[in-house]
C-alpha cells in the first residue's frame, strides 16, 4: 500500500490549497481515509476523516467551516481542499488509511494502518 500526498505549497493567510493523496495498491471505497497535521514541535493532530464510501465526513473544531475532504473512489484518491487559510495551519500533512476503524477513532493517528509522506503547507501572515 502505498499513499502519495501532494499539493502543499506556501500561501497568504486568507487563500486556499486543495491538498491530493493518491492511494495504491488498495480499494478507496474499503478504508476511512483521513488528514492529520504536525507543526513544528508539536504532536501529530487530526484533521479530518471520511467514511468508505465518501457519505460521511468529519473534522477538527479547528478546520470546520474552512476544510473539506472529499473522496473520488473510482481515482482512489483523496482531497483536502484548505479555505480561509491561516498561520496556524502551518504544517506537514499526511495522508492515512485503515479499513477496520471505528468512528470512534477516526481522529486517532495510531489506530491508522497507512501513511503517505506528507506535504507541507506553510501560511504566510
Known amino acids: 500500500v502505498q499513499l502519495q500526498a501532494s499539493g502543499g505549497g506556501l500561501v497568504q493567510a486568507g487563500g486556499s490549497l486543495r491538498l491530493s493523496c493518491a492511494a495504491s495498491?488498495?480499494?478507496?471505497?474499503?478504508?476511512?481515509m483521513g488528514w492529520f497535521r504536525q507543526a513544528p514541535g508539536k504532536e501529530r493532530e487530526f484533521v479530518a476523516a471520511?467514511?468508505?464510501?465518501?457519505?460521511?465526513?468529519y473534522y477538527a473544531d479547528s478546520v470546520k467551516g474552512r476544510f473539506t475532504i472529499s473522496k473520488d473512489n473510482a481515482r482512489n484518491t483523496v482531497y483536502l481542499q484548505m479555505n480561509s487559510l491561516k498561520p496556524e495551519d502551518t504544517a506537514v500533512y499526511y495522508c492515512?488509511?485503515?479499513?477496520?476503524?471505528?468512528?470512534?477513532?477516526?481522529?486517532?493517528?495510531?489506530?491508522?494502518?497507512?501513511w503517505g509522506q506528507g506535504t507541507e503547507v506553510t501560511v504566510s501572515s
Open positions: 471520511i467514511a468508505r464510501r465518501g457519505g460521511n465526513s
Open positions: 495498491g488498495l480499494t478507496a471505497s474499503n478504508y476511512i
Open positions: 492515512a488509511a485503515d479499513r477496520f476503524l471505528i468512528q470512534s477513532s477516526y481522529a486517532t493517528a495510531n489506530a491508522y494502518d497507512y
